[in-house]
């Protein structure tokens, strides 16, 4: 069997434009990810504000697009106004999702202000377990309303006389989830969904708003509650919220790799539900798929925090196959951009997260470098590439391309990227580059991410041991050229000229 991948490239061929809010981050209450993670007054790495000065700097390189905050499951429970006001007057509580002490020292102004100094798109949950329509017209009245009025004067008061402007928000998280405060039924979920987001665009037609979907495709309750979600919030909503979790569970590195499967049909289905919807109600209005919580999480499963504050929870420590997966994984929202068009990695510091903190460091994982490669390159148009590879059988994911691969073009830098993955534990890939049409005369810089060892990490320790090499560019002669992935390695390709 002819052991040469071959992509053939045509900038003409696009499947659509890449949003660049798939490059987002989330920020929960939970663990160490706010305490201890991005806010730490009184260290001494911290800025006047209790920012983390190392971490805003790492957090700055990965240039998240927007972050979503402040739950997760915590959302469930939280009364953002704890959150707001003197903080002296802020009650210390027992949060129920975590089972942790919160002190609401970090509440909805901290986020803004951190969502300001980083540049990035706030995206607000709204408490659909503990509270209702009611709770989620308040918080919008607090962060955009013009002053006036009870909650934007209630901001003033607390020192903030402009208006947040938030456009993204959340109809609440996982409510199919039996783990959830406040758990519903999908037509019960579906109908305050419904009747906050009228009330929500009623304050602003512009706004844009989540719907719960499902909280993975694992779910007895999968696909049926994203219909009826769909069905009954359609006209109102803008985008359905899809959760997925990926683990090595069994130590099987071929079937971890060959995950990308899932993430394609979980695309797949909820495209067709779109679809179908949309037919069915006679609509004119589009809603689309935001991946609001997506990564590789399973080297650590502390969910409890023994009513501790900031406990250590879900502090995976990420190797270089969980870099592939997440390679992989950004790859599916290049290739399926048409109707992907947020995603949010969980988390951003320390739980489940890129970067990890101690009270005098922080670690760059290995899972920071292909986020940071996608969201600088990952530009422009998604080109519907033409992909033939050889193949190995994945036990739980059966016949498996050893290449994984997407590309983009940017028109206006004339600059294309080429995201490359090799699957293969054993052996390096040969792959033939080749453009249709007008082709670009040279690849200007390759980054590449690999290791001997699938299991080497970034550790205190050892914080380099993962990270993308620059390796020389090329020429391209009469549309051809021809690279070696090496074996578990993760490639970017750009091209000019
Ligand atoms: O990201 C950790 C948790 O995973 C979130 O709080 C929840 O939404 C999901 O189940």
């Known amino acids: 069997m002819n052991n040469t991948a071959r992509v053939a490239i045509d900038v003409e061929r696009v499947i659509g434009d890449i949003s660049p809010l798939l490059f987002g981050g989330f920020a929960e209450h939970m663990g160490r990810c706010i305490y201890g993670g ?53 009650p ?23 969502c300001q100094a980083l540049g990035t798109e706030p995206m607000l949950g709204m408490n659909f377990g503990t509270r209702g329509v009611e709770d989620a017209c308040n918080l919008f009245e607090y962060c955009n309303a013009p002053l006036g009025t009870r909650w934007a004067d209630l901001r003033a008061a607390n ?14 998280n996982e409510m199919d989830g039996p783990w959830q405060i406040g758990h519903m039924d999908a037509i019960d979920y579906a109908k305050k969904a419904r009747e906050a987001a009228k009330l929500l665009k ?42 997925y979790y990926a683990g090595n569970h069994a130590d099987d590195l071929g079937s971890f790799l060959a995950t990308t499967a899932v993430f394609e049909n979980y695309v797949d289905t909820m495209a067709g539900l779109l679809r179908f919807v949309k037919g069915k109600l006679r609509s004119s209005h589009d809603v689309y798929l935001s991946w609001d919580e997506w990564n590789v999480f399973y080297h650590d499963q502390t969910l409890r925090g023994g009513w501790a504050e900031a406990p250590r929870l879900v502090e995976d420590v990420y190797n270089l196959a969980d870099a592939l997966v997440v ?38 994982q290995s899972i920071f470098y292909p986020f940071q490669l996608f969201r600088r390159y990952a530009a422009g148009k998604s080109l519907d590439l033409a992909v033939t590879s050889p193949t190995y059988t994945a036990k739980t994911h059966g016949e498996t391309p050893l290449l994984d691969a997407a590309a983009s073009y940017d028109a206006a830098s004339g600059q294309q990227a080429l995201f490359l993955v090799n699957r293969s534990a054993t052996d390096a890939l040969p792959v033939e580059l080749a453009w249709r049409g007008s082709a670009p005369q040279r690849i200007t810089a390759v980054y590449q991410l690999g290791g001997a ?33 090496p074996p578990l390695s993760f490639t970017v390709v750009l091209t000019g000229g």
């Open 202 to 243: 009623w304050n602003d037609p512009q706004v844009q708003l989540v719907a719960c979907g499902s909280s993975n495709p694992q779910l007895a309750t999968y696909p049926e509650w994203d219909r009826t979600v769909l069905e009954t919030t359609w006209e109102y909503v803008d985008y359905i919220s899809m959760h």
């Open 453 to 485: 060892d699938p299991k080497t990490a970034n550790t205190f320790a050892q914080p380099d041991a993962i990270t993308p090499q620059q390796l020389p560019g090329m020429a391209i002669n009469d549309g051809q050229a021809g690279l070696q992935l």
């Open 159 to 172: 020192g903030h006389p402009e208006p947040y402007n938030v456009k993204y928000w959340c109809l609440g």
């Open 92 to 114: 210390r509580l027992r949060e129920m999702a975590w089972q942790s002490i919160e002190t609401n020292q970090f509440g909805t102004d901290e986020f803004m202000q951190f």
């Open 38 to 90: 991005i806010y730490e007054p009184g260290s001494p790495l911290a800025d006047e504000h209790g920012f983390r000065r190392d971490v805003m700097a790492a957090l700055h390189e990965l240039n998240f697009t927007t972050i979503r905050y402040p739950g997760g499951n915590f959302v469930s429970g939280y009364h953002w106004l704890d959150g707001v006001g003197p903080k002296e007057q802020r």
């Open 327 to 364: 390679a992989t994984w950004l790859n599916t929202f290049v290739r399926r951009c048409d109707v992907l068009k947020i995603a949010c990695v969980a988390q951003i510091v320390n739980v489940i997260a890129p970067i990890l903190t101690s009270s005098d460091g922080m670690v760059k």
